[in-house]
């Protein structure tokens, strides 16, 4: 089946370090989420990604959706104690249908 | 207004007894989803609603998974005969519409199966 993959794992980084997670899927994706878990709480959303190539911006956070719509990526500047938590892709992978599979996620650590 | 909301947040069960997890949507939102989420992995789909119709139950492990939406609105998801394994947050979540939509997770229930 299809998989949906997250590098790094874990990262551990002191305030004000920058911070990038990777996902990859196995297949092609109509459209991809991505989701912010903190410690204890559930997936909040953050931004979906629909186009080719695309890139969004949401104040430190810059979201791209790769070309061939198999991979995208979450790039944190200057990260804060806030941005700790897990944080999960989650694709769409056939037009129409509402099945999101999720990333396995890349749990931030930030250090003050 | 109110989230998603789930009960009981917290199920102890004995190996062997079914159980009955509950979600309570968004108000007005037309679509229902229930995920397993694994401690330190990401939610697991199992199964989603379009009003009261189940759309995909790929992904519920075996029929001792059954869910239901019988009004379009409040969810359950029973598991018969359950198991050790079957321990895992039951996630629920809902979207405004049909794909695609950001989905609005609602606390979780954290079953235990002794």
């Known amino acids: 089946g299809q998989q949906v993959m997250q590098i790094p794992q874990y990262q551990h980084v002191q305030e004000g370090e920058d911070f990038t997670t990777y996902c990859n899927s196995s297949t092609t994706l109509s459209n991809i989420q991505w989701y912010k878990q903190r410690p204890g709480g559930h997936p909040v959303f953050l931004i979906q990604?629909?186009?080719?190539?695309e890139v969004k911006k949401q104040k430190r956070l810059t979201f791209q959706f790769g070309e061939a719509k198999k991979n995208s990526s979450l790039h944190i500047t200057a990260t804060q104690t806030t941005d700790v938590g897990t944080y999960f892709c989650?694709?769409?992978?056939?037009?129409?249908?509402?099945?999101?599979?999720f990333g396995t996620g890349t749990r931030l650590l930030v250090s003050p | 207004g109110a989230g998603v909301s789930q009960s009981p947040r917290y199920k102890v069960t004995k190996r062997g007894q079914d159980v009955a997890l509950r979600c309570d949507p968004i108000?007005?939102?037309?679509?229902l989803y229930w995920y397993r989420q694994a401690l330190g992995q990401g939610p697991e789909f199992l199964t989603y609603f379009n009003y009261e119709a189940q759309q995909d139950k790929s992904g519920l492990p075996n029929d001792r998974f059954s869910a239901e939406r019988p009004e379009g609105s409040i969810s359950t998801l029973t598991i018969q005969r359950t198991e050790q394994r079957d321990s895992a947050m039951y996630r629920c979540a809902s979207s405004l519409g049909t794909a695609p939509y950001e989905q609005y997770f609602g606390p979780g229930t954290r079953l235990t199966v002794t």
């Open positions: 108000s007005g939102h037309v679509s």
């Open positions: 990604l629909v186009k080719s190539g």
């Open positions: 989650a694709g769409n992978p056939n037009t129409g249908f509402q099945k999101l599979v």
